[in-house]
């Protein structure tokens, strides 16, 4: 069976699941630790999220557990149906509905979840990243206003930032570019507090550069595991 395993947040329905008949006992927290223990097994997941029960509905939690292969979450859903896993009592578990009006939807996972998600499937020795340009688009756009009188507290930090992915195994190298813009207060000028803002700006410009370069990328996971067969491929 082939995964495609995209950089995007796993919201449909055969990357979702549910799971229910919880003990009352343990806290959700607990909860949440023994299932992030159990599923993590069966690949990388994204959240796992606890939630009471409506007061009627017999026990106290049910979960949602988002995973970022949908062959992963089949294959969880088949092992751990009616299985006690941590408790005495089996739970059930299911793979989540794909509605038709937000299945076109993607969002963009954070630039921590990318490399999270790059680390579990190349390794950490298989990708690098490269920052080829980080600009101050601050004065820029000051130099292009400067015939309009613009109030402090109405100026801004803007940052511009162009980096890539590469996997050198895979001979694959992925542009991405990000901007970032900061309201800039009045008294933040000069301050200490201007500076950790323009280090802020800088940081989220580069955040977002990474991102959208992992965006280009899809992974093609072919046998049982990811470590028998993998190929990237980039997307123009």
């Known amino acids: ?56 509905a017999g026990p106290v939690f049910y979960a949602m557990i988002e995973v970022y292969s949908a062959r992963d979450a089949h294959r969880a859903q088949k ?32 630039s921590s979840r990318c490399q999270e998600l ?14 080829i340009k980080l600009q101050d688009l601050s004065n820029l756009e000051e130099r292009e206003n400067e015939d309009i009188v613009t109030p402090l507290q109405k100026q801004s930090l803007k940052f511009f930032c162009a980096s890539e992915v590469v996997l050198p195994s895979h001979e694959c190298r992925s542009p991405g570019v990000g901007m970032a813009k900061e309201p800039l207060d009045k008294l933040e000028e000069g301050s200490l507090s201007f500076l950790m803002k323009r280090k802020v700006t800088q940081k989220l410009a580069i955040q977002k550069a990474m991102t959208d370069a992992f965006q280009k990328l899809l992974i093609v996971v072919l046998g049982k595991t990811f470590l028998t067969v993998l190929e990237v491929l980039q997307f123009q």
């Open 79 to 110: 092992a751990c149906d009616q299985k006690q896993l941590f408790q005495t009592s089996p739970v059930k578990v299911r793979l989540g509905t794909r509605h038709k009006a937000v299945q076109h939807n993607t969002l963009a996972p954070n």
């Open 1 to 56: 069976m082939v995964a495609l395993v995209p950089f995007v947040v796993p919201v449909v329905g055969d990357k979702t699941l549910l799971v229910w008949e919880l003990s009352s006992g343990p806290t959700a927290e607990d909860l949440q630790h023994s299932l992030f223990t159990v599923f993590s097994q069966f690949g990388l997941l994204y959240s796992v999220r606890v939630f009471p029960n409506a007061a009627v």
């Open 118 to 131: 790059a680390n579990y499937y190349f390794g950490f020795n298989g990708w690098s990243k490269r920052i």
